[in-house]
Nanobody
Framework: QVQLVESGGGAVQPGGSLRLSCAASGFTVDDYAIGWFRQAPGKERDWVSCIGSKSVYHSPYYRESVKGRFTISRDNAENRVFLEMDSLKPEDTAVYYC???????????????????WGQGTQVTVSS
């Protein structure tokens, strides 16, 4: 069974850091593109970052508001994808999800398509 489980969320002060983890089971994390998404209260879910599969040679995607602050990475040995978040701002407060779909090996598909596999989400709260 293909499954994703997020962890690593929490409450931090502005300027702080968190490292989110997305653990995969039922597939290998470099087989498909995997994205991070977030949903703030009262807002729609947006994509945040994406890393492509090993068969696709493109740089990770970052939405403009997190460029230079967030870094996505993949650890094949642990079968996990990470989102390192630095210089956090109150507007980064949201529930963060990782997601994928066996149809997509590149990030263009992940950030625009309908994805079948989602984690349960992890809360990130940035507040003083």
């Amino acid at each position: 069974q293909v499954q994703l489980v997020e962890s690593g969320g929490g409450a931090v002060q502005p300027g702080g850091s968190l490292r989110l983890s997305c653990a995969a089971s039922g597939f290998t994390v470099d087989d498909y593109a995997i994205g991070w998404f977030r949903q703030a209260p009262g807002k729609e879910r947006d994509w945040v970052s994406c890393i492509g599969s090993k068969s696709v040679y493109h740089s990770p995607y970052y939405r403009e508001s997190v460029k230079g602050r967030f870094t996505i990475s993949r650890d094949n040995a642990e079968n996990r994808v990470f989102l390192e978040m630095d210089s956090l701002k109150p507007e980064d407060t949201a529930v963060y999800y990782c997601a994928t779909d066996v149809l997509y090996t590149d990030c263009a598909g992940v950030i625009t398509g309908i994805l079948d596999v989602w984690g349960q989400g992890t809360q990130v709260t940035v507040s003083s």
